[in-house]
């Protein structure tokens, strides 16, 4: 097979009709990939997409056409796909204030252009989830916060707000999905592609650690940082370091991760995964 693209954490080779999306271990934070993987990352990944896909299956279709059907070298962390042309723009929803968003909030009193209301905390429920979306950047550069607007000038009107309003709504089943599992899903992003026959479908990952902030519900209190189960411990690890993701030599600097930190991080990918899908990994 051919290597048509190296994603930060996903790479895509040509089979055929198909490609063939395959989760590596590698983690990123700040757009900058690390040198340390987390073992079994690539497998939770996939699997939790596909259950995922299953569940949103009404409200969207997606790229997939079989998990099994895959190079056996990838067995597990594989799927095969139908080749979409990918939208220049990753869809972002938030339900909860954290992150970037609260950085523009504290900043501007708004976030990508929507105003909030005022004295909300690190943490604090939105009065409803909002659409925030982002450019979508190559390895290496960083995404950046769009208007919906400016969505609609790179995509035309028409398929920006049916990407607006299936995010908003693939959120809100998540969202319900998660709480009744006692996971609270702050905020997530998903990508979207057009097939061959012109339909919008969902691609990449859905509703994963890796692209999603899950919070734990039980004890989910604005004002301070939440306990999660997602790569928020690794940003935070990094950050803690002392090291800044910044200039050329980003990857070339970042620090390796702990055998302790990798461990915890695993645990909380794996813990996501079973109590979302009530199964055992």
């Not at 990939?33 to 079994?40: H, N, R, V």
């Not at 523009?104 to 990508?112: E, F, M, P, W």
Request: glycine share 8%; hydrophobic share 40%.
């Amino acid at each position: 097979m051919e290597l048509v693209h190296q994603g930060k954490v996903r790479d895509v080779y040509a089979d055929g009709e198909d490609l063939i999306l395959v989760a590596s271990d590698r983690v990123s934070v700040y757009d900058v990939l690390l040198p340390t993987p987390i073992p079994g990352k690539g497998a939770l990944l996939t699997a939790l997409s596909l259950w995922w896909f299953d569940q949103l299956a009404d409200l969207v279709p997606n790229h997939v056409v079989s998990a099994e059907d895959v190079p056996a070298a990838f067995a597990g962390r594989a799927v095969r796909v139908k080749r979409l042309d990918m939208v220049k723009v990753e869809a972002v929803v938030r339900g909860y204030l954290t992150g970037s968003g609260l950085a523009d909030y504290r900043a501007t009193g708004a976030v990508c252009g929507i105003a909030l209301p005022a004295g909300l905390e690190d943490g604090s429920r939105l009065p409803e989830p909002i659409y925030t979306p982002t450019s979508k950047a190559d390895v290496g550069d960083h995404d950046l916060p769009m208007t919906f607007e400016e969505t609609a000038d790179r995509l035309g009107a028409d398929l920006a707000a049916r990407i607006r309003d299936i995010t908003l709504a693939v959120y809100r089943r998540g969202s319900e999905i998660a709480l009744a599992k006692g996971i609270i899903i702050a905020d997530t992003k998903l990508e979207f592609g057009i097939d061959a026959e012109g339909a919008l479908r969902l691609a990449d990952e859905v509703l994963t650690s890796d692209s999603s902030r899950f919070w734990e519900a039980a004890t989910w209190k604005p004002g301070g940082t939440q306990a999660s189960f997602d790569k928020q411990y690794v940003r935070d690890w990094a950050k803690s370091t002392g090291w800044k993701p910044t200039g050329d030599n980003a990857a070339a600097e970042a620090p390796e991760i702990p055998e302790p930190v990798v461990d915890a991080t695993r645990a909380r990918y794996i813990e996501a995964y079973e109590r979302l899908t009530g199964r055992r990994w």
